[in-house]
């Protein structure tokens, strides 16, 4: 990942306008909070069956504003992680709590969440999953892909984790239930980016 030591902003007739919605926003989700992110400005294939991601540091409510109900568009893109964890042939999967913005209620593969400046995207999961699943990881997360959401708007590393029990405490109420399930047995109500994930299972 090639980082630039330069911030990005929207333009800015377009970071007034997000300005004048984030105060809204929060009042309407007491769990948001502004903080940073990874802007996307491009992803590139390395040559030896990887990529290479370029971004800039980037505040998040440049991002957040974006997912009100009138779909407005700043232009920020950011990198995001989500975990494909195993305990041997089961998958773990939760359903995002009502509170959160994109997809609430909706099973995905967990955990997932955003890279900040200054993380890679295994350091971003493992933190991840010791936030959102708790327990203790077999080795480390390994990159397996990277996808864009189309529909959050963000660029998605996958990483693969391994566990060997699926006995799980969670420490957080990110998620309201979580499943080991075996290939057949995927929940039915899965958000965009993970039906795209578990196709490739």
Partial sequence: MSLSDSSWAPDPHVRDRADAIWPSLQASNPHLFDGRLIQVAGVHRNGAG????????????WYAVQMMGERFDTGCRPLGVKGITCCGDRVLFARRASWTMCFPDMWELAPSGGVEPGNSPECAISMEFAEEVGGQLAGPARAEAIFFDEIAQTWEVILRLDVTTTDITPPTNEYSEFKWCLPAEFPCELTPIAQRITQQL
């Fill in 50 to 61: 990887g990529a290479t991601i370029q971004g800039f540091s980037c505040d998040y409510r």
